[in-house]
Nanobody, 124 residues
Framework: QVQLVESGGGVVQAGDSLRLSCETYGFTFSTYGMGWFRQAPGKEYQIVAAINWSGGSVYYRNSVKGRFTISRDNAKNTVYLQMNSLKPEDTAVYYC?????????????????WGQGTQVTVSS
C-alpha cells in the first residue's frame, strides 16, 4: 500500500527554521520524482520545490529560492524540505507528492501519490 507520511510542521516565528520530512512506503522511491506543495487557506496549491530521482536536479518556486532546500535519501525512502528564514506568507499545509517519470516536475497534475499534509504556521 502506498503511503507518504509528512512530519516536522509546527508553529514558529518569522525568521525561524523548520525541517519537513516525508517518509514513503509501497513504491520504488528511488525511481520517482518528489515534490513539496503547499496550500494556504482559500488559495490554490502551489509547488514549493521538486527533486528528481537522483537528487541531481531540483526546482524551486521563486519566493523560496535561497531559503528552502529540498533533498532526498533514497536509502531511507525519504524526502526533506529544509525551510530557513520563514515568513508569515509561508503559512500553509505542506504536502509531499511522488511522480513516476522521475523528474523534478513543478506541475501538480503530474503527481501520482500524495501525503496527508503537515501544517506550518509562521507568526510575525
Amino acid at each position: 500500500q502506498v503511503q507518504l507520511v509528512e512530519s516536522g510542521g509546527g508553529v514558529v516565528q518569522a525568521g525561524d527554521s523548520l525541517r519537513l520530512s516525508c517518509e514513503t512506503y509501497g513504491f520504488t522511491f528511488s525511481t520517482y520524482g518528489m515534490g513539496w506543495f503547499r496550500q494556504a487557506p482559500g488559495k490554490e496549491y502551489q509547488i514549493v520545490a521538486a527533486i528528481n530521482w537522483s537528487g541531481g536536479s531540483v526546482y524551486y518556486r521563486n519566493s523560496v529560492k535561497g531559503r528552502f532546500t529540498i533533498s532526498r535519501d533514497n536509502a531511507k525512502n525519504t524526502v526533506y524540505l529544509q525551510m530557513n528564514s520563514l515568513k508569515p506568507e509561508d503559512t500553509a499545509v505542506y504536502y509531499c507528492a511522488a511522480e513516476n517519470t522521475g523528474w523534478a516536475t513543478p506541475s501538480r497534475a503530474e503527481y501520482d501519490y500524495w501525503g496527508q499534509g503537515t501544517q506550518v504556521t509562521v507568526s510575525s
